[in-house]
Nanobody, 127 residues
Framework: VQLQAFGGGLVQTGDSLRLSCAAS????????MGWFRQLPGKEREFVAY????????LYGDAVKGRFTISRDNAKNTVYLQMNSLKPEDTAVYYC?????????????????????WGQGTLVTVSS
């Protein structure tokens, strides 16, 4: 499955932005979907994940309460709604898909849990 993230841009502190991730070459219905972010020279950071069934989500501590991940299997698309953006949210955001099935959601925090990575979209939050 190929993933393409889009919707990034330049916003100001406190603004909202919604990222989308469109999948092609397969359906996302059987995949858990996630978002990571990274800045050059920094470690990749887990942002959010939604289980393949849609019944469970998990967020990184830095975004909890501000970001919401959702999926629309009919549109083969995953979304990341980002509210109350801060300058430290500035990064390239990557969409991911996992065919792995773990009992615990926390395994999905690791990059190794993810099989497919899309090209990122840059989000810049100015102060």
């Amino acid at each position: 499955v190929q993933l393409q993230a889009f919707g990034g841009g330049l916003v100001q502190t406190g603004d909202s932005l919604r990222l989308s991730c469109a999948a092609s070459g397969g359906t996302i219905g059987g995949y858990s979907m996630g978002w990571f972010r990274q800045l050059p020279g920094k470690e990749r950071e887990f942002v959010a994940y939604v289980r393949w069934s849609g019944g469970s989500t998990l967020y990184g501590d830095a975004v909890k309460g501000r970001f919401t991940i959702s999926r629309d299997n009919a549109k083969n698309t995953v979304y990341l709604q980002m509210n109350s953006l801060k300058p430290e949210d500035t990064a390239v955001y990557y969409c991911t898909a996992s065919a792995q099935y773990y009992n615990s959601d926390h395994y999905y925090r690791a990059g190794s849990a993810w099989n497919y990575w899309g090209q990122g979209t840059l989000v810049t939050v100015s102060s």
